[in-house]
């Protein structure tokens, strides 16, 4: 199985501060990855696709980028709504597999 | 409208059997990927089983034997059967549409349609 290990599990930050996240996979997975945001209590919403393909009707300033086996979610200013968790996972092989999560925080 | 509306969870002892439902509307389930991906309390997302288009199924190592994923193109639901329950099954079930886009020659997948989950938790 390809694990996907996020780093880092969490961070602090202020509203309009520009925030990075990365993941990175056991083995290489070409641009396999997606990044999705997950509030509490909610379901998860797809943000980026295919590495750096921006999902129908997410904010501009969400971006990925990467391949084979480093990648990066960045969101350029950090806006209130934006505070939740973020997951990548790579659609490369079954079964399906998902980074730890990353929570973002209010400083 | 799409949507995903899952159903069936709830307290079970273990060693029991549940069955999860997922309704879809808006598509047709038969026409996609279909995935369960659970959420066990305070922890991350783990995928658990899906069923493609043509039928082909795989589950994860943690349920394989235990659980059995379904679909009913008639009422254009698909199911989880849970046997052998165990505590560490206590999570929340998700169900999620998986498509894909061509791009390059290659087809990148991606689960972009989600449940809001049912709940199942597994304790005496």
């Known amino acids: 199985d390809i694990q996907m290990t996020q780093s880092p599990p969490s961070l602090s930050a202020s509203v309009g501060d520009r925030v990075t996240i990365t993941c990175r996979a056991s083995q290489s997975i070409s641009s396999y990855l997606n990044w999705y945001q997950q509030k509490p209590g909610k379901a998860p919403k797809l943000l980026i696709y295919a590495a750096s393909s921006l999902h129908s009707g997410v904010p501009s300033r969400f971006s990925g980028s990467g391949s084979g086996a480093d990648f990066t979610l960045t969101i350029s200013s950090l806006q209130p709504e934006d505070f939740a968790t973020y997951y990548c996972?790579?659609?490369?092989?079954?079964?399906?597999?998902f980074g730890q999560g990353t929570k973002v925080e209010i400083k | 409208e799409v949507q995903l509306v899952e159903s069936g969870g709830g307290l079970i002892q273990p060693g029991g059997s549940l069955r999860l439902s997922c309704a879809a509307s808006g598509f047709t389930v038969r026409s996609h990927y279909m995935n369960w991906v659970r959420q066990a309390p305070g922890k991350g997302l783990e995928w658990v089983s899906v069923i493609h288009s043509g039928g082909k199924i795989n589950y994860a190592d943690s349920v394989k034997g235990r659980f059995t994923i379904s679909r009913d193109t008639s009422t254009n639901t698909m199911y989880l059967h849970m046997n052998s329950l165990r505590a560490e099954d206590t999570a929340v079930y998700h169900c999620a549409r998986e498509r894909s886009w061509g791009y390059s020659g290659s087809d990148y997948s991606y689960m972009d349609v989600w449940g809001k989950g049912t709940t199942v938790i597994v304790s005496s």
């Open positions: 996972q790579q659609s490369y092989s079954t079964p399906r597999t």
